[in-house]
C-alpha cells in the first residue's frame, strides 16, 4: 500500500519529515564547504574548474569567429540538462581547444561538457557521468522487472505527489548508491508512473535555497538554485517548485 502525501503550509512530505527538515538544515550547516553548490573544496573541483574555464574560453573565442555554437546535435526529446553537449573534438582540431581535458568521457573521465543559455550567454556547465550511470543501471533493473510482471512498478511508498521510491528488494537494487555532486551525500532513486527512474535532489536544493535571503516564487523550477553556484547541471533529474515551504518534484508525466 503507498502513502499519500498530504501537502499543507507547513508542508509534510514523509522523505524530509522523516529525517526532520530541522535537522537537515541544521546538518548542512555543519557539513564542510562542498555541501553547497560552488563551494566544493576538493582536487577534483579544482579540477573541474579548470577544465570549465579553459573550455569556455574556447567556446567563446569559437563562436566569436565562426559564429556558431561548437555543439553536436540533439533531438527535442533530450532532457534540458543532456542536450547541447559540446563538441570537444571539433575545438581541439581546430585549435581553439590546446587539448581535451583528462576530466572529459573523450579522455576517460567521467564528466561531458555542455551549454546551457545557449541562445543568451552561452555557459559550460558538467554533466557526471556516474550520476546518469547509477539511474540508467536502476532504470534497466525497473524495467526488467516491469517487463517480467506484467507492467508492474517495483514501486514502495509515495514520496511525493506521482513520485515513489523503488523497491529495491523486488527490483534488485539495494547494492547501487548514489552520491550528490553538490553535497556528497546520498541520494534517493525515484519512480513515477510511467516506470521513469530519476534522481531526488532535494536535500540540495532546500539546502541551496536556505542560503538564500528570499523565498522562492512558486512557478520557478528550484533546478536554478543548483546551477548558479555550481559547475554541475542536476542531470537526471525533474522540475522542483516550492510548496508547502519545502522543495517538491513534479513528475513530468502529468503533464
Known amino acids: 500500500m503507498t502513502r499519500r502525501v498530504q501537502i499543507t503550509r507547513e508542508g509534510t512530505l514523509p522523505s524530509l519529515r522523516a529525517a526532520g527538515l530541522q535537522g537537515i538544515l541544521v546538518l548542512a550547516l555543519f557539513l564542510s564547504g562542498c555541501m553547497y553548490p560552488g563551494k566544493e573544496d576538493s582536487g577534483s573541483a579544482i579540477i573541474y574548474r579548470e577544465s570549465v574555464k579553459k573550455i569556455q574560453t574556447a567556446v567563446d573565442d569559437y563562436y566569436k569567429e565562426e559564429g556558431l555554437l561548437p555543439i553536436m546535435n540533439a533531438d527535442e526529446t533530450t532532457p534540458r540538462y543532456e542536450k547541447f553537449r559540446i563538441d570537444l573534438d571539433k575545438l581541439n582540431k581546430r585549435g581553439y ?3 581535451i581535458p583528462a576530466t572529459a568521457f573523450e579522455k576517460g573521465g567521467s564528466a561531458y561538457f555542455l551549454l546551457l543559455d545557449e541562445e543568451r550567454n552561452p555557459t559550460v556547465k558538467v554533466m557526471d557521468l556516474v550520476t546518469v550511470q547509477a539511474v540508467n543501471d536502476v532504470q534497466r533493473k525497473v524495467n526488467l522487472y516491469r517487463s517480467s510482471h506484467g507492467g508492474e512498478l517495483p514501486a514502495a ?11 529495491g528488494k523486488k527490483a534488485g537494487t539495494e547494492s547501487l548508491k ?16 510511467t516506470g521513469s527512474v ?3 535532489y532535494v536535500f540540495d536544493i ?7 535571503t528570499e523565498q522562492p516564487a512558486p512557478d520557478e523550477d528550484l533546478r536554478s538554485y543548483l546551477l548558479e553556484n555550481s559547475w554541475f547541471v542536476p542531470v ?7 510548496v508547502g515551504g519545502q522543495p517538491v518534484p513534479h513528475p513530468l508525466s502529468d503533464k
Open 97 to 99: 581547444l590546446d587539448a
Open 157 to 167: 511508498g509515495e514520496l511525493y505527489p506521482g513520485l515513489y521510491s523503488v523497491d
Open 178 to 193: 548514489l552520491t550528490s555532486v553538490y553535497s556528497g551525500q546520498e541520494m534517493d532513486f525515484m519512480i513515477d508512473r
Open 198 to 200: 530519476y534522481a531526488d
Open 206 to 212: 532546500m539546502s541551496a535555497v536556505d542560503k538564500g
Open 236 to 242: 537526471k533529474s525533474l522540475p522542483y517548485y516550492w
